[in-house]
């Protein structure tokens, strides 16, 4: 009976070939083959490292830092501020400004996210059609997101101020019955925000809208056209339910840009008139640096960001439980 021969196919030991080829090279005078080195472990930690030391020293830290200050009867300058606890986060519950000024978010938010979804996916619409001159269209939407929201509340309070152009140009159409005090006027001055904050940004959500319809797949169009499907209807059943990650993206967004909101509220408003307008980042500003109480603006703080917190858990919970 001829035998058939043995081969060995245990393990490597070395890690570049068999075990009978590294016994092979040893019988013959040659040493090992050398196991490879892992390059390159350390070197990549050492490129995380700045972003890392940036995050954790200024972000985290600063936060932390933040919640300490939060428990002090502090002006910000007292080299020995009084520890108070949590009496900061109580005296929170029971002030009216504060609860005024979240309302005042919630309002802003609201129209600012709506309007600027609504006016976003019917320009992206309208402009991925034949349209002449539909690239120079889009630079002109898009241009005041990278204007400087410093820049664009100057002219915008001159253009709504009592004596403005725009209720120069109501009387000169013969609308004076229309012309106001729009940013004077505690009736008008949160709608008034809510537009220019709308002309700011309606670019941006413009370009999301825009990227996301050119990825939809024209067979689904062509398919509801056969079925005798009009316009409205493949809007209403293909684009918007193919958009959904899109429009998640903008609500998040939205929401945090809202509770963030400052410099528009303080370069027009300021928060006024009596308070019409005051929002939660201008609120926090004042305790800080007009009143000279850091330790209740901490506080004020923490609970803006624990509330943004929360609102953002919630939604991405949301659209994570709506695309189950």
């Known amino acids: 009976m001829t035998m058939s021969p043995t081969l060995d196919t245990s393990g490597p030991e070395d890690g570049t070939g068999t075990p009978g080829d590294s016994r092979a090279r040893r019988a013959h005078g040659h040493p090992p083959t050398p196991r490879p080195k892992r390059r390159g472990g350390r070197t990549a930690y050492l490129y995380v490292l700045p972003a890392l030391i940036l995050v954790v020293g200024v972000v985290y830290l600063g936060i932390g830092y933040n919640g300490w200050v939060s428990t002090l009867d502090w002006n910000g300058i007292d080299p020995n501020p009084e520890s108070v606890g949590f009496d900061n986060y109580t005296k929170i519950f029971s002030d009216s400004i504060f609860w005024d000024s979240l309302s005042h978010v919630a309002v802003f ?23 002449f001159g539909r690239n120079i269209y889009k630079i002109i939407v898009f241009v005041p997101v990278i204007l400087s929201p410093a820049a664009v509340s100057i ?30 006027d505690p009736k008008t001055a949160l709608i008034a925000l809510a537009v220019i904050n709308i002309w700011q940004w309606t670019g941006f959500s413009f370009i999301l809208y825009q990227a996301s319809v050119s990825q939809i797949d024209q067979n689904l169009y062509e398919a509801a056209q056969i079925d005798g499907a009009g316009t409205w209807r493949i809007i209403r059943s293909i684009v918007i339910p193919q958009l959904k990650g899109t429009h ?17 509220v303080f370069l027009v408003t300021g928060g006024g008139p009596g308070r019409s307008t005051e929002f939660l980042t201008t609120y926090i500003y004042k305790q800080a640096v007009q009143q000279f109480n850091s330790g209740y603006a901490a506080a004020l703080a923490m609970v803006l960001l624990v509330l943004a917190l929360t609102l953002t858990a919630f939604q991405m919970r949301a659209y994570r439980f709506g695309e189950d």
């Open 109 to 131: 938010g609201v129209i600012v996210i709506l309007v600027q979804m609504a006016l976003g996916l019917a320009m992206a619409l309208i402009f991925s059609g034949p349209i």
């Open 155 to 184: 002219a915008f309070r001159q253009l709504l101020s009592p004596d403005g152009q725009v209720n120069e140009a109501l009387r000169f159409i013969g609308l004076d019955v229309l012309t106001n005090a729009w940013i004077a």
């Open 248 to 264: 998640a993206t903008l609500a998040l967004t939205g929401v945090i840009g809202a509770l963030k909101t400052f410099d528009i």
